[in-house]
């Protein structure tokens, strides 16, 4: 119960400060989200490997590192922090929020163009924790939270304007249940990007890993 608990509360606070930080507009929006997952990693690495993602949970159970039986579980946390924070960004500032691909890139073509995004970096994501936080030869490093962090600021600077830079199931669903839930608008037009490319890009990384790192699998 204390991994799941620390997976439920690592996620809300990314999402908190994803959803404040959007809605106010904050010109550094992308460095308080790096920010957030660093210090809520160093807080949960030790407990439930603070994932707070469900594509990199799929990520590091296809490398072994994360039971079977606790994807559901994790998911599941993973998506009531995310939820619960959408809510509290909602009671804060009345406003719902919603992630979506930036206005070039809302039909046709361009859809696919933020999927890619999505998938490209989350695939970084999910093959930097692998390596950072799983790998023999970097047991014991003091920068995994620094790595994993920084990674996602790359991300959101680099490809939040194009996808909406969530590399992340969890940051693209909880804010859309809570916008149909206040809003009664369900429309759900963008959810499969939140989903299909964060979690073929976990997968991606987690066969790159098993290529960059053999020695990882030896019996």
């Known amino acids: 119960m204390n991994r799941y608990l620390t997976e439920l509360i690592g996620t809300f606070f990314l999402m908190l400060t994803i959803g404040l930080s959007v809605l106010t507009e904050s010109p550094i929006a992308p460095l308080g989200i790096g920010c957030a997952l660093m210090v809520m990693v160093y807080m949960g690495g030790h407990i439930s490997g603070a994932h707070y993602n469900p594509a990199v949970t799929l990520g590091v159970a296809l490398r072994g590192k994360c039971n079977w039986v606790d994807v559901i579980p994790y998911w599941v946390a993973q998506l009531l922090g995310s939820a619960g924070?959408?809510?509290?960004?909602?009671?804060v500032l009345n406003k719902t929020f919603v992630v979506k691909p930036g206005a070039d890139y809302l039909a046709g073509n361009g859809l696919w163009i933020a999927m890619l995004i999505e998938v490209l970096f989350t695939f970084a994501l999910t093959l930097v924790v692998l390596n950072v936080a799983t790998s023999k030869k970097t047991?014991?490093?003091?920068?995994?939270?620094?790595?994993?962090?920084?990674?996602?600021?790359?991300?959101?600077?680099?490809g939040g304007s194009i996808s909406g830079g969530a590399f992340n199931p969890a940051v693209g669903l909880g804010p859309w249940a809570i916008d149909a839930v206040v809003n009664q608008a369900f429309d759900y037009s963008y959810a499969w990007i939140y989903l299909a490319g964060p979690f073929a890009g976990a997968t991606l990384a987690a066969f790159a890993f098993r290529v960059q790192s053999p020695e990882d699998f030896a019996v």
């Open 139 to 158: 047991a014991g490093n003091s920068y995994y939270g620094m790595a994993i962090g920084f990674t996602v600021l790359a991300g959101a600077v680099a």
């Open 85 to 91: 924070a959408a809510f509290v960004v909602f009671t």
